[in-house]
């Protein structure tokens, strides 16, 4: 008898690297089809779980359950995203984050792959964090000056990003209070083709055109009213680093807007501190279909939850590639009984 149960799967961290190197422009893509689909229906998308550890407050592990469904079939796949974040790692040397990717079968729920999680989360926020930016700013990629608060990972994923959809900046710029990361990305934009990335002060990096927050901060430490002018765009990436003041001034869009106004993000603390949700202008899948049009008068602010639909959506892709050129690892005989009797 035939089993149903897929053979299991590693796909470990070199061969997703290598895979996501020649997907960047096609991964923002799948994440706005993703994004389509969820507003469509076709997508089950859960609360984050935080695994949280009392003396160690700034630690934490988040597992993100997530399911795409299909009509046909063909391209259901469900999954969890397990993710780690110790900010404390990087004086050590080591990235913040630190992830594993599960996709499981939709017919038997059986997993048949794992996958090294923390490239592809750090590639899907970046194609997001892109493509709000194409939406709000519209068709026009020649932009003065790009800053970017926060010198990590997840930067260097939305720089190359950026590069890679087309996009030229005068000028790039960045803040981070550690002082090896700020000038490790400077390099690293120098690496891909960039201008000169100065390394910025708090205050000189709030007042370029594009604003990406990308940190690992717990609470707002941006709160002056009026600290972006109408028409600024900020990414609101890591999603913590503004006040609620700002936000209630604001134009901000969102991916999931019940999903982003939760866990004391910055539109969270709006809501609360406003008790109303009358900040909230629409969502990118709105602005992709066309529903809403950004304006200019207002600061705009692009606040992505970064749902684990989208994990999904990269890590299936990275996996079909991952068996057809041989970079995945096959483990026979993983389940100790395939078959009931």
Aim: glycine letters at 8%; a negative charge.
């Amino acid at each position: 008898m035939q089993t149903l149960i897929q053979e299991f799967h590693v796909v470990p961290g070199v061969a997703v690297k290598g895979i996501l190197a020649e997907l960047r422009k096609e991964a923002i893509e799948v994440v706005a089809q993703t994004y389509l689909a969820h507003e469509r229906g076709d997508t089950i998308n859960p609360d984050s779980y935080f695994l949280r550890f009392p003396s160690e407050p700034a630690n934490r592990i988040i597992a993100l359950p997530a399911a795409i469904t299909d009509t046909d079939g063909d391209q259901s796949v469900s999954g969890l995203k397990w993710v780690a974040s110790y900010p404390a790692n990087i004086r050590w040397g080591i990235p913040r984050a630190s992830a594993v990717l599960i996709l499981n079968d939709s017919r038997t729920g059986y997993p048949y792959a794992i996958l090294e999680g923390a490239l592809i989360s750090a590639q899907r926020t970046a194609a997001s964090a892109v493509l709000g930016a194409r939406w709000l700013n519209g068709p026009q990629k020649n932009i003065h000056r790009l800053s970017i608060v926060g010198g990590g990972v997840i930067s260097r994923n939305i720089l190359e990003t950026f590069m890679i959809d087309g996009w030229s900046f005068e000028s790039v710029g960045v803040h981070d209070l550690d002082d090896a990361s700020a000038k490790a990305l400077s390099a690293f934009g120098g690496q891909i083709g960039l201008p000169d990335v100065q390394i910025l002060s708090l205050e000189e990096a709030l007042t370029a055109d594009i604003v990406v927050f990308a940190t690992s901060a717990g609470t707002p430490y941006v709160i002056e009213s009026g600290t972006f002018r109408a028409g600024q765009i900020v990414l609101n990436i890591s999603l913590r680093d503004i006040s609620a003041e700002i936000i209630a001034e604001s134009y901000n869009y969102f991916d999931d807007v019940t999903h982003c106004l939760k866990a004391n993000t910055s539109p969270h603390l709006a809501e609360q501190k406003y008790g109303h949700r009358e900040f909230v202008t629409g969502t990118v899948a709105a602005m992709i279909r066309g529903d809403i049009r950004p304006a200019k008068d207002k600061p705009l602010i692009y606040s992505p939850f970064g749902m684990g639909i989208l994990d999904l959506a990269i890590g299936r892709m990275v996996y079909e590639i991952a068996i057809k050129d041989g970079s995945a690892i096959a483990i026979p005989s993983f389940f100790g009984e395939e078959r009931r009797w």
